[in-house]
């Protein structure tokens, strides 16, 4: 896990501002489907994933993306995050055993008055799973 | 029976008020891997000028189940939940969420298309606190398989 130190004052469009390991597990997406009330079992049973056509257990979207813009949240203060968008392209399987590793790649997008627009990309098994994953974060403040 | 069309622009009723428990935030801050101490510690909460813990940004997500329940028991809507993909997800927010928020969600239908034998059906849930201030607005797509060809 690597953090880069926060600072707000000093962006500039390309910058990597933070990048993190994930990892994700069946226990934990039992733990999520009980905080966030969602109970589809193709979360949890291999065999309705199976039996409706899935690769495996699927991580639910919500929570990779829950979970995605965490080291943004460690770098720039919970507070500061104004809009978080992403679309869900790809499906993560999370194995019985060795679950499933996520990268995290936050990296400065733009930059307006006031806000910063940091362009996350997660990738799983070096595919991208998260589309137009951006999180607008103020820098005013 | 394929989404109705008619059901862009319906606006349903707001939810019955959600209290906001201090122990659900932490639950679902350990679940989405959400350790910054706002989340967990009261006191760290406070010193950042909140009145207590703060939900991480997905929370809401809690709150537009409840509204979504309200389009999948509308048996006028023609959406199935064996049926749904979530395409894709936004949430954009006037502050954070924090415990002890009463919040009320209102559901509108913003768009409904077909895309290649789908549906693609976009709705924005309006999150308002107890004094009817803007909190969180979550927009959302739901693709929706069409029958099996």
Redesign the interface.
Request: hydrophobic letters at 40%; a neutral charge.
């Given at each position: 896990m690597s953090e880069t130190a926060n600072g707000l004052g000093e962006l500039e469009v390309g910058r990597v501002v933070a990048e993190r390991d994930?990892h994700l597990t069946r226990e934990?997406l039992v733990?999520?489907a009980?905080?966030?009330?969602?109970f589809?079992a193709i979360h949890y049973r291999d065999d309705v994933a199976a039996a409706?056509g899935l690769p495996g257990v699927l991580a639910h979207?919500?929570?990779t993306?829950?979970?995605a813009?965490?080291p943004v949240?460690?770098w720039a203060?919970?507070?500061r995050?104004?809009?978080?968008?992403?679309?869900?392209t790809r499906p993560v399987v999370v194995d019985p055993e060795s679950g499933a590793a996520l990268h995290v790649v936050a990296t400065v997008g733009k930059l307006d008055e006031g806000t910063a627009r940091i362009d996350l990309t997660v990738t799983f098994a070096d595919q991208t799973v998260l589309?137009?994953a951006q999180v607008v974060v103020a820098t005013d403040r | 029976m394929p989404v109705n069309p008619e059901i862009q622009g319906r606006q349903y009723p707001p939810t019955a008020p959600y209290l906001v428990g201090r122990e659900k935030v932490r639950e679902f801050a350990r679940a989405v891997q959400a350790t910054h101490p706002e989340h967990h510690d009261v006191e760290a909460a406070r010193a950042a000028g909140h009145a207590d813990v703060i939900a991480p940004p997905t929370f809401a997500i809690v709150i537009q189940q409840l509204t979504w329940n309200q389009l999948l028991d509308d048996p006028t809507a023609g959406i199935v939940l064996e049926r749904i993909v979530h395409g894709d997800q936004r949430f954009t927010a006037s502050r954070p969420i924090v415990a002890g928020d009463e919040l009320t969600a209102q559901l509108t239908v913003t768009r409904v298309r077909s895309l290649g034998g789908n549906d693609m059906v976009t709705c924005e849930t309006e999150v308002t606190d107890a004094s009817g201030a803007h909190v969180v607005t979550a927009t959302s797509s739901l693709v929706v398989a069409g029958e099996a060809a």
């Open positions: 994930l934990g733990r999520y009980g905080a966030s009330g969602d589809n409706v979207g919500m929570l993306m829950g979970a813009v965490q949240i460690d203060g919970p507070s995050v104004l809009d978080y968008q992403v679309r869900f589309g137009k | -």
